[in-house]
């Protein structure tokens, strides 16, 4: 058989299915919520949390329907060639979202050196009127996203080993973990946007700060959705020594979610930080 007859013979088109139009359908009306979040002058200012539950619900099920949907369409395909086409597919998703964190912090470090940037700002870092931003909670929230990625990698290995019960143990830690960053997220949040009015329109390092840590934040709570998912799976019996891509997906993504808070921590923390200037 040729090289280009056994390259067709593993050809595979995914049935049609709704599920991706009903996630565009869902993400599509998040930055309108969010614009109208932080713009109250806007009109129908009052709608946004109508449209964000609107829309955070959609996501949710065109999230669940597409990845359930995949989840059943494995079993009908060859695993080894499966296997290393969502490897390769999924690589390549994580290296254009570290291409997105990377423009965000390139446009930080051009605006922190950069002459005309900084005399916009008054020739001073961070701007005059930029608050103290404590690091007791994000230096906290790093150990805590350092911990969660041993105890995901527990978990891989244990299933690895066959050893299920224990797997689910510690993911069920590396969930647990992951909520308690979220929370202290948004405790930091309330407790900057409340006590020092520092919000996303007060100025440049408010936009960029919560930008990154929000988008951050997107990425952990979409982590914490597919590990559930892996979790689930593991109370189904789903996984097993050869068949758990899931898995190996679900834990280089909280792995990649860990090693960009350090950027968060290490840059965007400390770069804001009084003495920086």
């Known amino acids: 058989m040729s090289a280009a007859a056994h390259e067709e013979e593993h050809i595979h088109l ?21 614009i109208l979040a932080l713009r109250p002058e806007l009109p129908l200012h009052y709608l946004w ?6 829309g955070g619900f959609l996501t949710l099920v065109g999230t669940l329907g597409w990845v359930t949907m995949v989840i059943r369409e494995k079993t009908t395909i060859d695993q080894t060639w499966g296997n290393n086409t969502l490897t390769m597919a999924w690589k390549l998703f ?9 423009a965000f912090f390139g446009h930080l470090f051009y605006t922190m050196y950069h002459a005309e ?8 870092w961070p701007p005059i009127g930029t608050p103290h931003i404590a690091l007791s909670i994000p230096a906290l929230g790093t150990g805590v996203l350092v911990a969660s990625s041993i105890t995901c990698e527990l978990a891989h290995k244990a ?6 019960a224990a797997a689910k143990n510690w993911l069920m830690f590396t969930l647990i973990l992951g909520f308690i960053f979220i929370g ?64 190996n997906a679900a834990s280089w993504y909280w792995h990649f979610v860990d090693v960009i808070w350090l950027f968060v921590f290490f840059v965007l923390y400390l770069g804001i930080q009084p003495s920086a200037h």
């Open 14 to 34: 995914p049935e049609p299915t709704i599920w991706p139009f009903i996630l565009v359908l869902g993400i599509s009306p998040l930055p309108v919520a969010a």
């Open 49 to 54: 949390p109508a449209i964000l539950g609107f």
């Open 94 to 102: 994580l290296l254009s979202e570290a291409a997105i964190f990377s």
């Open 117 to 124: 940037s900084r005399a916009i700002l008054g020739n001073t």
């Open 159 to 164: 299933l690895l080993r066959g050893r299920r």
């Open 184 to 247: 202290m997220q948004g405790y930091e949040w309330g407790h900057l946007m409340s006590y020092f009015g520092f919000t996303p329109s007060s100025s440049y390092v408010g936009t960029i700060f919560y930008l990154i840590t929000g988008f951050h934040g997107f990425h952990v709570i979409t982590g914490l959705l597919m590990l559930f998912v892996v979790y689930a799976r593991m109370e189904l019996g789903s996984f097993d020594r050869r068949r758990h891509f899931s898995m």
